[in-house]
């Protein structure tokens, strides 16, 4: 007998990748419903080859569903995961809303698969940022072989990690360039199009960005928290897949030609790090790919045991999509819930 999956912003581009994601994995599903706001209820989705129906979220029962899979914001999140939860069904939610909470799991299932064990104290699971994400799978192994004491990273992310507006947006700037259009900015502070913007989310007190305080806060909860890290996250006029310069501090020595090794063998990673042009990987190239690319790797004579790497992402999939749906595996992998609705 197979589950029952509900899809909560099935009409966003996230929702959309995690009905995607979910058909090509052969996720064990017997029923897969799609959910979105009541002004969304009836547009069409893709499942596979087959079309489903958007229902409202607000007169949907969650009682007879196993999991529900969120990606509708953060305020929705709030509202809506405590009622879901409750009603027996496990939420995964890829919103901040649950992710800072000690008694929520938040899980990379690569770097921290255990975690998942404490689920049922709120029956909510949380999916990292995006940018996250993607960084932590290219760290578990070095860390694991030679300790990290600190992260400098600097990010590239693309405009879909700010939703279908910002995509729109980086399309009718860049076409207002090429006519001489007259060029508005809506969903970012400053033109999007052939430019890059060191600010994602609101700011805080201390000058960061809450994008950066997340990648800060949330690689201590998935990794170790005892890591000291420091972020510059910049959106760049690219529609899908994140990059990030890191440069980690290490406790013990670690070559490049190791460290090289040992990612090669690392789950969820592909390295391409040749020392010749086009040796390494870029974000058209991971787009619609579900692996986490490292290139670049090379040594840093600048601290005692220092390395820096090159690290790329489609953020839809891996940076959220199909980390939630991996989520899912593990849950059903691991025996921790079982179908609600018997077989006849």
Known sequence: ??????????????????????????????????????????????????????????????????????????TIAKEWGPKIAAQ????????????????VPLIVPE?????????????????????????????????????????VVATYQSVSGAGKDAMDELFSQTRAVFVSDSIENKRFTKRIAFNVIPHIDVFMEDGQTKEEWKMTAETKKILDPKIKVTATC????????????????????????????????????????????GGYVTPIEVAGEDATYVSRIREDSTVENGLSIWVVADNLRKGAALNAVQIAELLVNRKLIQPKRKAA
């Not at 027996?88 to 008694?103: H, K, L, M, P, T």
């Not at 689920?119 to 072989?145: E, W, Y």
């Not at 006029?237 to 670690?254: C, D, Q, T, W």
């Not at 070559?255 to 010749?276: F, M, T, Y």
């Open 1 to 74: 007998m197979g589950y029952k999956i509900a899809v909560v912003g099935a009409t966003g581009n996230v929702g959309r990748e995690m009905l995607g994601v979910l058909d090509e994995r052969g996720f064990p599903a017997d029923e897969v419903v799609a959910l979105a706001s009541r002004r969304s209820q009836g547009t069409e989705v893709s499942y596979g080859d087959r079309t489903l129906k958007v229902r409202s979220l607000d007169t949907y029962d969650f009682s007879d569903t196993d999991i529900a899979l969120l990606s509708a914001g953060g």
């Open 88 to 103: 027996g069904c496990v939420v995964i939610d890829n919103s901040s809303a649950f992710r800072y909470e000690s008694d």
């Open 234 to 277: 910049v959106r760049v006029p690219v529609f899908i897949g994140h990059s990030e310069a890191i440069n980690i501090e290490l406790e013990r020595p670690l070559s490049a030609a190791k460290a090289r090794s040992i990612l090669r063998e690392a789950p969820g990673v592909l390295v391409v790090d040749k020392h010749e042009d």
């Open 111 to 151: 770097v921290n698969a255990d975690a998942i064990a404490g689920f049922r104290k709120r029956n909510i699971i949380a999916n990292p940022n995006c940018s996250t994400a993607q960084m932590v799978v290219a760290l578990k192994p070095i860390h694991d072989a030679a300790g990290i004491k600190r992260i």
